[in-house]
């Protein structure tokens, strides 16, 4: 609880610092908080010194607490650039009208969720019927929105099929919540359960994977509408020409998780916004 009250402090904390930097000489970025403050930090700090390097200017990376901090902090021009998720661009996207995705990561054309439980006794979803489970943030697409949309569509409920639903706020939360026994199944991004087996911080032996859901769209790097395109084009090629040969390029796009990075549109993201209408999350 103190770590969860110490993070949140800092997180507050850090975005209210993203409205003293200056556009015109720092690139201000943040990211949705679907991991641990540090954790995000810590992936960003090289991709910044990149970008640095290619822009030739400072870029200065903010965590901030929760998901609405992002979209409300490119809605209000106090952030350049964002690492965000498919139903947090689409948020932002309403909201701004003009919010431009650049980039996403090769698998975020085809992403998934992962299901998982720590319970012998659970091989399918519809073993979890009248059983707990964890969502990650409500705004989270591949820890809440997706997952729930594909739910639905196969006649599951989840406010009518689960005991108890809760949300852990975070995919490494929701993998911690289940394998503790806090939920009897859970579900997160592919692309986080996948680091944290192969960081051995999972015990694969306790949790296991029961199903994933069909592919989506997600996760990309957003910059406000009104940023100077000439300088979102710099940013754009700096990204598509991360090179996976390259060993200084590799370990940056492997912090990312990313095989490389691809152009993507708004156009893309539509489905997402339909999923989030149909759940009653835009109005």
Avoid: C
């Amino acid at each position: 609880m103190l770590k969860r009250t110490l993070a949140a402090v800092t997180g507050l904390a850090l975005s209210l610092s993203i409205a003293t930097a200056h556009a015109a000489d720092v690139l201000r970025v943040s990211a949705i908080p679907d991991e641990a403050p540090t954790e995000l930090i810590r992936k960003f700090e090289p991709l910044g010194q990149y970008l640095e390097k290619e822009l030739g200017m400072p870029v200065k990376f903010t965590p901030v607490s929760d998901y609405a901090a992002v979209v409300e902090a490119l809605a209000s021009d106090r952030l350049d650039l964002a690492w965000l998720g498919g139903f947090t661009f689409v948020q932002t996207r309403l909201k701004t009208g003009d919010a431009i995705p650049l980039v996403q990561r090769e698998q975020d054309e085809k992403f998934t969720s992962k299901f998982i439980t720590a319970d012998p006794e659970v091989k399918t979803l519809q073993d979890l019927k009248d059983k707990t489970f964890a969502f990650g943030s409500v705004s989270s697409t591949s820890g809440s929105l997706m997952p729930r949309y594909f739910m639905i569509k196969d006649g599951i409920d989840p406010e009518q099929f689960f005991k108890r639903i809760a949300y852990s706020g975070a995919h490494d939360a929701t993998v911690a919540w289940v394998e503790a026994g806090k939920a009897d199944g859970g579900v997160l991004n592919a692309s986080v359960w996948d680091k944290l087996v192969a960081a051995g911080k999972v015990d694969t032996d306790k949790v296991q994977v029961i199903s994933t859901t069909p592919p989506y769209y997600d996760y990309n790097w957003t910059v406000r509408g009104n940023l100077d395109p000439a300088l979102v084009q710099k940013i754009q090629t700096a990204f598509l020409e991360l090179d996976p040969e390259n060993p200084e390029h590799k370990k940056i796009l492997d912090l990312q998780a990313a095989s490389r990075f691809i152009e993507t549109r708004p156009e893309n993201y539509e489905g997402i916004e339909e999923a989030a209408r149909a759940a009653g999350l835009l109005k």
